[in-house]
């Protein structure tokens, strides 16, 4: 295994052996296998080599062949506006502060545990991958946005954090082989892709049968406010949003966060009843929601199952975020498990 005093002694884009493991050439079968070179990856077996981009480690296919457009606007959006930044971590002490006082991101590496193996799609600046780092995880994060991973290695190297990894890729053509992660989350993402449902088919295979699948989305009655919101905040300027009011301090992350929440060329939004359907047809078994469904007694361990509910109970649920959690974006996440295992 490889140790922090390994990874400082390696380049900035130092992929984790036992990450290295499951990747693959976008495309290819999940017999193929890749490994790493100085400035890139190369497949053994064709000789097909996958240049570093900007030193950034890189397996990208399939954002020209998109013919909605969709990825290649998102990426261009994200690339000019790196999400969420590093404002306020000078170290990896502040990042673990941070995460342990935020009671999800707490919660969630309690429930993980120790010395698995976790994907994060769409890791944005990498944060949350560096975090779940801890207790022996081995993390690979990938997003299409270079400047993002770039922020994000950066970071990585500075403080030496050897289990986070991070390659840019499309969650719509991943260089992942089936079945190989413990945890698979995905954050605030799927609803800035083309197809949200499609994008979700493509990443639950990435978990072991038996595995954990966690998705963070935009809510379809909960983000109405920040619609209102947006059509004002030309003329009353940023500080109509609470997070800026109150959360965010640096100049350039409130800047990136208004981008973000009020100028985003693409963004959809979901109920927690079409996100069950999902479930359902990728063979994820319901585990959770935050915050928990009105009615139901959330469950002390994140992965423990819970009780979805009626659909009564769920509407009320999602009819009260439009007061609570759409403050601050209106961010949903349900937790699943894949069958088998
Ligand atoms: C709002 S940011 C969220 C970042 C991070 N998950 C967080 O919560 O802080 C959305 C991220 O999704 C990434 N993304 C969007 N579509 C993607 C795709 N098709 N493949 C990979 N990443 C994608 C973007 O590049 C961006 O970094």
Redesign the pocket.
């Known amino acids: 295994m490889a140790s922090a005093e390994q990874a400082e002694s390696q380049d900035d884009a130092f992929v984790d052996p036992l990450i290295l493991g499951a990747l693959k050439p976008p495309g290819a079968d999940d017999g193929a296998r890749l490994v790493r070179e100085a400035s890139g990856f190369r497949d053994p077996a064709t000789g097909a080599t996958f240049p570093d981009r900007d030193g950034i480690p890189s397996l990208i296919a399939g954002v020209a062949e998109d013919d909605t457009a969709v990825?290649g606007r998102?990426?261009a959006f994200?690339e000019e506006h790196p999400?969420?930044s590093y404002e306020g971590l000078q170290d990896f002490g502040d990042l673990v502060e941070r995460g342990r006082g935020n009671p999800f991101s707490a919660r969630l590496l309690q429930a993980i545990g120790y010395n698995k193996q976790i994907l994060e799609?769409?890791?944005?600046t990498g944060?949350?991958s560096q975090f779940l780092s801890l207790n022996g995880n081995h993390v690979l994060g990938?997003?299409?946005?270079r400047s993002?991973l770039a922020l994000a290695l950066e970071f990585k190297r500075r403080n030496a954090i050897a289990r986070a990894s991070f390659v840019q890729?499309?969650?719509?053509a991943l260089g992942i082989k089936d079945a190989t992660f413990d945890v698979v989350i995905s954050?605030?993402?799927l609803h800035?892709?083309k197809d949200a449902r499609r994008?979700f088919a493509a990443i639950v295979p990435k978990a072991k049968p038996g595995g954990i699948v966690i998705v963070g989305l935009y809510n379809r009655y909960g983000r109405l406010p920040t619609a209102w919101r947006a059509r004002l905040i030309g003329l009353v300027g940023p500080r109509i949003d609470y997070v800026v009011r109150h959360r965010i301090r640096d100049a350039r992350k409130a800047e990136i966060w208004i981008k973000?929440q009020y100028y985003n060329p693409h963004e959809t939004w979901h109920s927690i009843d079409e996100v069950l359907g999902w479930f359902a047809e990728n063979d994820v078994d319901y585990l959770g929601c935050h915050p928990p469904i009105l009615g139901t007694a959330p469950a002390p361990d994140l992965f423990a199952a819970s009780d979805p509910g009626s659909w009564p109970a769920r509407l009320a649920t999602q009819l009260g975020w439009i007061g609570s959690i759409s403050a601050e974006g209106a961010l949903f996440v349900m937790i699943g498990r894949r069958r088998g295992g």
């Not at 799609?121 to 944005?124: A, I, L, V």
């Not at 890729?169 to 719509?172: A, Q």
């Open positions: 990825t998102i990426q994200y999400f969420p799609c769409g890791c944005g944060q949350l990938i997003d299409l946005s993002s890729m499309n969650i719509f954050s605030g993402v800035h892709t994008a973000d």
